[in-house]
């Protein structure tokens, strides 16, 4: 019995054994360029993207990105941690004397937050705006949080704010917590606030799990603040009664002299749609690692 050689096994194995060899190079090419990717992307994973924004207190800023059914691609960031300011009424602090907890109030938990609730009766006047925040979780993929609690608040249009400042420590308007529906959404009607001096027109909120808990501040999960665009403020202050402080208020400050904003607030500010007459209505997506 003779040895068989390669040479001597024809063409159909010459011809295999080609194939093989080929199959053996495309695999090697494709580990190849595996490998550089991945030594590509552990040499930028601290980039921009990481830690796109700063926030008040320093913690990072991640990012989600994920490409939906349709093929258009979808990013959500950490909104950033910030001050809930003097005026809370959270539980944390103090006002003539007593702590200023809205959140313990029967009826706290509404949509319409212009009125006040629990005995008091003052009506908060001003352009009606409509606030609608969308809740989402940046560590599954911009995934929408259902069943999570928001306690929003904010000044009146003359720049004060109910439970502390004079003239209105006795009523809470301006003031409700609502749970995210099935889309991540809670809306509340409200109006337009005030610029006083020294800080852009904002509003503050805070996140709980859910509203059962979202009774004092040391259950929260986050606090932040939003922002409106400049000349919607101009708009309103300029053209709207009640609203004349703002003027020059507004003028004074810009986001790069705000102390809360001049760090960076592309991820606040919300878009608005409306005018004077028929109203605002304001939209924000809020991102938090859930």
Not at 74 to 95: F, K, L, Q
Not at 159 to 186: A, C, F, H, P, W
Request: a negative charge; charged letters at 15%.
């Amino acid at each position: 019995m003779h040895e068989l050689h390669d040479h001597d096994q024809g063409l159909a194995h010459d011809l295999q054994t080609i194939q093989h060899a080929a199959a053996r190079r495309r695999q090697a090419l494709r580990w190849l360029v595996g490998a550089g990717t991945t030594a590509l992307l552990g040499c930028g994973g601290g980039g921009d993207d990481a830690d796109s924004s700063s926030s008040a207190s320093g913690s990072n800023t991640t990012t989600s990105t994920t490409t939906t059914g349709s093929g258009t691609t979808a990013s959500c960031s950490v909104i950033p941690e910030e001050t809930a300011g003097p005026y809370p009424g959270d539980g944390s602090n103090t006002s003539n004397g007593s702590i200023a907890n809205a959140l313990a109030l029967s009826g706290i938990v509404r949509s319409d937050i212009r009125a006040s609730i629990a005995g008091s009766t003052g009506v908060a006047a001003g352009v009606p705006l409509t606030i609608e925040l969308r809740l989402v979780n940046t560590a599954a993929s911009c995934a929408d949080l259902s069943g999570y609690a928001i306690y929003l608040w904010h000044c009146d249009r003359d720049g004060k704010y109910s439970m502390y400042s004079s003239g209105i420590t006795d009523e809470n308007y301006l003031r409700g917590v609502q749970s995210t529906d099935s889309g991540g959404v809670v809306t509340f009607t409200t109006i337009f606030p005030g610029c006083y001096s020294g800080r852009m027109p904002h509003m503050h909120f805070e996140i709980y799990r859910s509203a059962n808990v979202a009774t004092q501040y040391s259950n929260k999960l986050r606090t932040s603040q939003l922002a409106f665009p400049v000349d919607v403020c101009q708009t309103v202050y300029n053209g709207a009664i009640g609203y004349s402080a703002s003027i020059s208020n507004l003028s004074q400050i810009s986001f790069a002299t705000d102390n809360v904003f001049s760090d960076g607030v592309t991820l606040q500010v919300a878009s608005v749609t409306g005018d004077i007459v028929n109203g605002y209505a304001a939209t924000l997506t809020v991102g938090i690692s859930a």
